[in-house]
Each structure stands twice: as C-alpha cells, then as structure tokens.
C-alpha cells in the first residue's frame, strides 16, 4: 500500500496542535497515515507544494499561507471561493482547495450557546477575519463591525457584506465601541491591545472568542472584563474534523465513522 502523508505548513508552526489532533483521530480510523507540521512562509510556498510527490494526500494551512493557497487552488468550495481563503488542500489529479475554518467557528460558537448573533465585531482583517465574517453571517448577524490597526484592510471584508447582504464597517482599535453581542479576535497568537483600548472594546463586546489558543489565556482573553472569554481550540478541533473528513471522503460535510469517538480522542489531546 503506497503510504500516505500529510501536513500542516505555516510560518511560525512549532506551536501547531494539528499533527495531535490529526494522529489522534487516524488511531481511532485505523488510517496508516502520518500527519506532521513544516515551517513554509509564503515566499517558499511554490517550491515546497511542487516538491511532493503522489504520496501526498493533503495540507492543512495557516498563517500566512491560507490566501496563497487559495490563488494554487484549481477548485474552491464555497466558504473558500467567499473569503479567498483556503486552509485545506486536498491534493489528487489537481489540488482541490477548501475552507473549513468558517464551520469550526460556528460549530465552536455553537458548543457555547452562541447562535442567536445580531451585532458582531471583528478585530483583524486578514484571511480568518473574513472566515469569521462568513461564519457569523451564518448564525444570523446582521451587523459587523471590523477593527483593524490599518482600517483600509478591510475593504475586502466591507465587499464580502455586500455580497452577503450584511452591513460591514470598518474603524481603528481605539475608536468608540458600540454594544456587540460577539467579538471575534482573529489577532496573530501573543498580539496585545494597550489597556484603554482593550478595556474599552471589553467593556461594550458582549463574549469574546479569540482564535488564537496558544499561549492561553491570550492578552485581550486576560484584560477582557465582559462575558466569558472563550478560547480558539474550538475552532481548532472542529476546522480538522473537517478536514479529515475532506481527506477521508473529499467532502468536508459527509461524516466520519464512528465520528463521536473520533471527536473525543481528538478533544483528549488539545
């Protein structure tokens, strides 16, 4: 049987849970599969992707790679085709690019009761921001307000509202924060706001779920002094589930055997 390999690539990864989580739910399948991580950045992209060979089955991405692969990508799913983000690539006759990181925020969400969104804020406006945008426009709000330390970022997020139907601002960080029932931090993991500025969004943000996880508790998970202050892992775990099984099946909504044993010994590992 030709063996089968896999890999998350991003830039830093050494901090990167997937090749657990991944190994944990392969045990589970009985799949002969390793799973492991490599630190690419986006100037080494082209050259590590054309150096696989065919037994290389598929690739999850991170930081920053996600848009760039979606530029390689010869066919998009739709949350991927929307944000211009792809964190999957399921690589057969051509590499077949997914999004899965906009269903592990909702799935996340969903795990705390966060469903019924209205008015949303969003800090970050890179490749996760416009994930988050998607997923929250999928739980219903209808409202979005995007802070970034470059406003002019998100103009590609204010078009992704448009093409929802979903009203999309963008403003600074420090600027006056209206009452949100939901802020996402899409923020790179070890980011800080300054005091005034993170107690100001905390105080008007309604629960925060802040993407990063490692390290936990994140700088604005610790000055936030609203609700509850809920950590990326969620998004982790279900984003791979996902994955698996897109790498299963080649459909990220066609479920796994036995997938709730899958899940626990995944969630075991985070």
Same mark, same amino acid.
């Given at each position: ?6 890999? #998350? &690539? ?9 090749? +657990?989580?991944?190994? =944990? ?7 002969? &599969?390793?799973?492991?991580? +490599?630190?690419?950045?986006?100037? *080494? ?25 979606? +530029?390689?990508?010869? @066919? ?6 929307? @944000? ?15 999004? $899965? ?19 949303? +804020? #969003?800090?970050?406006?890179?490749? @996760?921001?416009?994930?988050?945008? #998607? =997923? ?8 979005? /307000? ?5 406003p002019e970022r998100a103009a590609v997020l204010i078009a992704l509202g448009q093409r929802l139907g979903v009203d999309v601002t963008a403003d600074a960080f420090a600027a006056d924060a209206d009452q949100v029932d939901? $802020?996402v931090a899409t923020l790179p993991s070890g980011s800080a706001l300054d005091d005034v500025t993170a107690a100001r969004l905390s105080e008007r943000g309604g629960a925060l779920f802040d993407v990063a996880y490692s ?8 000055? &936030?002094? *609203? /609700? ?9 775990? &279900? ?13 990220? $909504?066609? @479920?796994?055997? !036995? /997938? !709730?044993? #899958? ?8």
């Open positions: 049987m030709t063996p089968r390999h896999l890999a #998350v &690539w991003g830039d830093p990864i050494a901090h990167s849970k997937s090749p +657990r989580l991944h190994a =944990a739910a392969y045990d589970v399948l009985g799949l002969d &599969w390793d799973y492991t991580r +490599r630190q690419v950045d986006e100037g *080494g992209f082209g050259d590590a992707l054309a150096s696989l060979d065919g037994s290389w089955l598929g690739l999850s991405l991170t930081m920053p790679l996600k848009e760039r692969a979606h +530029r390689v990508a010869a @066919t998009l799913d739709g949350h991927a085709e929307l @944000t211009g983000a792809v964190n999957t690539l399921l690589l057969t006759d051509v590499a077949q690019g997914f999004n $899965t990181d906009v269903g592990g925020i909702i799935d996340a969400l969903g795990e705390h009761d966060l469903v019924d969104l209205e008015r949303v +804020r #969003v800090l970050g406006a890179g490749a @996760t921001a416009a994930s988050a945008v #998607v =997923a929250c426009v999928e739980l219903g709000a209808r409202s979005i /307000e995007v802070r970034a330390r470059r939901l $802020t390290p936990w508790p994140s700088a604005l998970a610790t000055a &936030w002094t *609203g /609700e509850q202050a809920i950590s990326g892992e969620g998004m982790l775990l &279900w984003q791979a589930v996902r994955q698996i099984r897109i790498f299963m099946h080649g459909d990220p $909504t066609v @479920t796994l055997p !036995d /997938e !709730d044993a #899958v899940v626990a010994a995944m969630r075991a590992v985070l």
